[in-house]
């Protein structure tokens, strides 16, 4: 049985009014554009320490899995400690990805833009007397489409982007070029946790809608007026079971072809897309 039918909502009490700045935290040093590479990799171990030191943003560290090197532990240290995600990774794959056959065991890839956090997109909406519109990507790993969908947020207006810290691609310069340098303009945060995410926004009045192609409730029967978040699923396997679980609606784009689904940033843009065609009557 669809867990939607026969379900309605009225707008969320809307979140008292912040004023908050959200991109004071998303300059890129100098020095940081000039250590990375163009497509954001940084390899050997003195090049990755010193891009630490200097404050570059990292996204993702990769550590060549079993090496007990005292000098790539301190490493990984000062990457967690930076807020970057730590992948122990086959010294194998580290030779394919690697550009200069040299990593040394370690291969670092720079953010091409900060995180905010979840409260500053709120805040963004709230000092713009607005009801919140939040897209938050479960596991999106392919970097062309999470480049597209933020593509497609910054152009309906929505206010911010989520995406997962494991699982998930990062804010590569492979990002930021899918998604036209959109990632300068819009805020987005990485969290540890959808499932918590998704309590922490209903508790401020924020209605969740997942994509789901298993949903009988199409989306145009749904209502996505008020403070809403659109939830987009991985491209191999859609939203998780307990994000699904925890979503208030999950609803599907009706398809009357052959194919039984859309690629995951093809289906964010027409639910956005629906969702400001409503707000917008």
């Known amino acids: 049985?669809?867990?939607?039918?026969?379900?309605s909502h009225e707008p969320r009490k809307k979140p008292p009014a912040r004023h908050f700045d959200p991109y004071g935290k998303r300059e890129t040093t100098e020095r940081g554009a000039q250590t990375a590479e163009d497509d954001g990799r940084i390899e050997g171990r003195n090049a990755v320490l010193e891009a630490l030191r200097a404050g570059v943003i990292i996204d993702k560290v990769f550590i060549a899995k079993g090496e007990t090197d005292a000098a790539l532990g301190h490493i990984a240290a000062l990457a967690r400690e930076a807020g970057a995600v730590v992948v122990?990774?086959?010294?194998?794959?580290?030779?394919f990805m690697s550009a200069t056959h040299?990593?040394?065991?370690?291969?670092a890839m720079a953010s091409a833009a900060n995180y905010v956090t979840v409260k500053d997109i709120?805040?963004?909406?709230?000092?713009?007397?607005?009801?919140?519109?939040?897209?938050?990507?479960?596991?999106?790993?392919?970097p062309h489409n999470l480049g597209a969908i933020i593509r497609t947020c910054e152009a309906v207006g929505a206010h911010g982007v989520?995406?997962?810290?494991?699982?998930?691609?990062?804010?590569?310069?492979t990002v930021a070029k899918a998604s036209s340098g959109?990632?300068?303009?819009?805020?987005?945060?990485?969290?540890?946790?959808?499932?918590?995410?998704?309590?922490?926004?209903?508790?401020?009045?924020?209605?969740?809608f997942g994509a789901s192609a298993d949903s009988q409730l199409p989306m145009w029967q749904a209502n996505f007026k008020g403070s809403v978040a659109i939830v987009i699923g991985s491209e191999g396997t859609g939203i998780s079971r307990l994000v699904s679980e925890n979503c208030d609606f999950n609803v599907c784009i009706p398809m009357y072809g052959k194919m039984g689904s859309l690629n995951a940033s093809v289906s964010a843009a027409v639910l956005m897309y629906e969702a400001v065609r409503q707000r917008n009557l």
């Open 1 to 7: 049985m669809d867990k939607n039918k026969g379900k």
């Open 122 to 142: 709120v805040d963004r909406a709230n000092a713009a007397g607005e009801d919140l519109m939040i897209i938050l990507c479960d596991e999106i790993s392919d």
């Open 182 to 208: 959109a990632v300068y303009h819009l805020p987005i945060a990485r969290v540890t946790n959808m499932t918590a995410t998704i309590a922490e926004l209903k508790k401020l009045g924020v209605w969740i």
């Open 162 to 173: 989520v995406i997962t810290k494991r699982r998930s691609a990062g804010l590569s310069a």
């Open 102 to 107: 040299a990593h040394q065991g370690v291969i």
């Open 88 to 95: 122990d990774t086959d010294r194998r794959k580290l030779d």
